[in-house]
């Protein structure tokens, strides 16, 4: 999409939502009372397949009324709230000039509320911004975020997609603030019937520590976000200097890191029982197994530029995890013995022996035979070809 496809002035709102007509409901009011252009607001609600509860409310027409055009689409069960909200994304047309995430538990309380969001776009003409309103819940993150058009369009997406809950907001607020183009909106968001649990929630310091640890990839998105703004080279200049000093006072966080307070987040605000944490979720597991993967690239980019105590750290970030593998064992080892930790190398190497045999006799006589059976194979394939030419 180029400007020349933007409605100006158009707003699509996004959201998913589960098993809460009734608070959705209250949502829809709020809309209805507090938006000034309700013609150029569109939104658009992302509901499961297997939400009997919302799409019998539907049904019904309790929810056919939010006092703005609105959208449903009916998809199948996905394994994060940021694909969700992409898809609706998609689905929009991506004609909008601004794009709202809002949860189905919560409503904008600030009359007016549409044109203040256009009147930040005006500001920005080039369509690269991220804004957000007031959350008294968590005040200093970017809970409902507000894109410019052409952040999306450049970006290709909402969210990065690693998280399966919690973390979208967080990584899109520090991409904003490194790239120089974040604005704080005096427009209030009330939760509807207090703050909920949240779903999918389960090993908060796995997920924290890798947010940590994935700032250069939302680095890589503040620069792209830089180019596109199509600035002068001196004022380019000065934006990409203004984003390595953001970056580094985020990375100097990492250092306030502490898994326990994780877990109280985890016990504090979880939905589910520690018995429905610890149950196989195929969808969760995909999750986690990709960003274990994430942080192992990272670390193997580290070992090939010969980074080892960097290297180190997403080695142990991925110890956090439920999964464990082989390979994150071996370049710890690699690590360890560059760095000249020797004897912690010995004990690992002798710990991953346990966890993983080897069994190489065996390997080495089955190589040997193999390598036997298969030239003994062509010697005579080659004997008999030759016979048949005489």
Request: glycine share 8%; with cysteine.
């Amino acid at each position: 999409m180029n400007a020349s496809q933007i409605h100006r002035g158009e707003i699509c709102l996004i959201m998913a939502t589960r098993g809460r007509p009734h608070m959705l409901a209250e949502v829809f009011t709020a809309l209805k009372q507090f938006t000034v252009q309700k013609d150029k607001v569109q939104l658009w609600l992302y509901v499961d397949e297997d939400d009997t509860v919302t799409r019998q409310a539907i049904a019904d027409g309790k929810l056919n009324d939010a006092g703005v055009n609105l959208h449903w689409h009916i998809g199948g069960h996905m394994s994060g709230l940021g694909l969700m909200q992409s898809v609706l994304w998609r689905e929009s047309g991506r004609t909008a000039e601004v794009y709202m995430v809002l949860g189905d538990d919560v409503k904008v309380d600030t009359p007016g509320w549409d044109d203040i969001l256009r009147g930040v776009a005006a500001k920005y003409p080039d369509g690269i911004f991220l804004a957000s309103p007031h959350d008294p819940m968590t005040a200093d993150t970017c809970t409902y975020p507000v894109f410019g058009w052409n952040w999306l369009e450049t970006s290709q997406q909402l969210f990065c997609g690693h998280f399966p809950f919690w973390y979208d907001d967080r990584w899109v607020h520090q991409i904003g603030e490194m790239a120089g183009r974040y604005i704080w909106l005096p427009i209030v968001m009330q939760p509807v019937g207090g703050k909920g649990k949240t779903r999918r929630m389960r090993d908060v310091p796995f997920w924290a520590r890798f947010f940590q640890l994935s700032l250069d990839e939302r680095k890589e998105s503040a620069k792209k976000l830089i180019d596109a703004m199509n600035l002068e080279p001196e004022k380019k200049k000065d934006a990409l200097q203004q984003m390595e000093q953001r970056a580094a006072s985020f990375e100097k966080l990492q250092d306030q890191y502490s898994d326990l307070y994780a877990v109280f987040q985890e016990e504090r605000f979880t939905l589910h029982t520690p018995e429905e944490r610890r149950a196989f979720n195929p969808a969760y597991f995909q999750k986690e197994a990709a960003a274990v993967g994430q942080l192992l690239q990272y670390a193997q980019q580290r070992i090939a530029e010969k980074k080892y105590e960097e290297a180190l750290k997403f080695i142990d970030g991925t110890l956090l995890s439920n999964i464990r593998l082989r390979q994150a064992q071996d370049m710890k080892i690699e690590c360890l013995r560059a760095l000249g930790r020797d004897k912690e190398a010995d004990q690992l190497a002798k710990e991953t022996l346990a966890a993983w045999p080897e069994m190489n006799g065996p390997r080495r006589l089955f190589r040997f035979l193999g390598m036997v059976a298969s030239d003994g194979k062509a010697m005579v394939v080659g004997l008999l070809k030759g016979s048949k030419k005489k």
